[in-house]
């Protein structure tokens, strides 16, 4: 069954510092793939879409990058802040299910002073 | 942008009762509308998709009859958990995304206590 890794564990990270989270995914080979941010009792936040013939996509400090071979994505942010602590979320779109997304579990993001 | 919002944001009721969540996109037209929960430390389930004037397709394992979904509008989807039970305590989020849309908009999630 199609599945999805994120490091459980939090990653903690001194504040200017990048930051590089990773999602593997197996029995599976999506179009695309989105990065959400989600802080504490909120709702996800839309943050990057990356698709399959794309290696790499940046926004402002942020950037996705996107392995099929790996079949591994990674997200860096570079020149932390405190402000960017938050969990990190990976979805890519269910085989036949149209425009449903299934996510990772997250990885949880401290940016140290 | 996109903008979902959704309400309550926190509701505590008794055992037996229903509970209605609201999930409104407030400046685009939703096409279809999904509804999740989440548990502490993991990841959303996908509970539902809603299409605008169609029924709601549930996934493996969630009762319809519990969860009942009505996307009356391409702005309004509401999920009503019925007769809810302690078990039925969780985190729920729903999204709404439409058709060329860049990415899914989540409202800000409820957090749904059953005492």
């Known amino acids: 069954s199609q599945k999805i890794e994120q490091n459980s564990e939090a990653l903690n990270i001194q504040e200017g510092k990048t930051a590089t989270l990773t999602c593997n995914y197996t029995n599976y080979s999506p179009a695309y793939l989105q990065w959400y941010r989600q802080d504490p009792g909120r709702g996800p936040v839309f943050l990057l879409l990356i698709r399959e013939n794309e290696k790499e996509k940046r926004k402002e400090r942020l950037k996705v990058t996107f392995d099929t071979t790996l079949k591994q994505s990674l997200f860096h942010i570079t020149a932390s802040q405190p402000a960017d602590s938050a969990t990190y979320l990976c979805?890519?779109?269910?085989?036949?299910?149209?425009?449903?997304?299934?996510f990772g579990t997250g990885t949880q993001l401290k940016v140290e002073l | 942008g996109a903008v979902v919002s959704q309400h309550p944001s926190r509701v505590i009721c008794k055992s037996g009762t229903s509970v209605k969540i609201e999930c409104r996109s407030l400046?685009?037209?939703?096409?279809?509308m999904f509804w999740y929960r989440q548990f502490p430390k993991q990841s959303l389930m996908l509970m539902a998709t809603s299409n605008e004037g169609s029924k709601a397709t549930y996934e493996q394992g969630v009762e319809k009859d519990k969860f009942l979904i009505n996307h009356a509008s391409l702005t309004l989807s509401t999920l009503t958990v019925t007769s809810a039970h302690p078990e039925d305590s969780s985190f729920y989020i729903c999204s709404a995304t439409s058709l060329g849309a860049y990415g899914y908009t989540f409202g800000s999630g409820t957090r749904l206590t059953v005492v």
């Open positions: 400046d685009f037209q939703a096409t279809t």
């Open positions: 979805a890519f779109p269910l085989t036949g299910g149209g425009n449903k997304l299934t």
